[in-house]
């Protein structure tokens, strides 16, 4: 499953994931539009990776399976996951849950 994600060739168009999260100002917003999962979770991951390699803290609200697959591929890389959240380094909500507690209908 890893290697899917990772090593996609399915992809239109490559960059490289870390100068485009790089540019991002902090305070700015993005929406992303993905065609598939595997799409999805390469941005995904191409931004998780590149703040923690910048030093950053990351928080992210996605579905149950989406966060278990980022730990997957965290994990894979290197990471310490259980070790990131300690530090609140990596903070991912469960969707439903989260927006349960702000969303109204």
């Known amino acids: 499953m890893f290697n ?3 090593n996609n060739n399915r992809s239109w168009k490559t960059s490289n994931v870390q100068m485009f ?3 991002i100002a902090p305070a700015d917003h993005v929406i992303q539009i993905y065609e598939d999962d595997i799409i999805f979770m390469n941005a995904l991951f191409g931004y998780v990776n590149t703040g923690l390699l910048e030093g950053d803290s990351i928080i992210i609200i996605a579905t149950k399976e989406h966060i278990q697959t980022l730990n997957l ?10 070790a990131l959240i300690a530090r609140d380094r990596y903070i ?4 439903n849950e989260t927006l ?3 969303m109204v209908n």
């Not at 991912?92 to 969707?95: I, M, R």
Request: charge should be neutral; avoid cysteine.
């Open 4 to 6: 899917n994600y990772l």
């Open 73 to 82: 591929l965290l994990n894979n890389q290197g990471y310490n996951v259980d």
């Open 100 to 102: 349960s507690k702000f």
């Open 92 to 95: 991912a909500l469960e969707a």
């Open 21 to 23: 999260w790089g540019k």
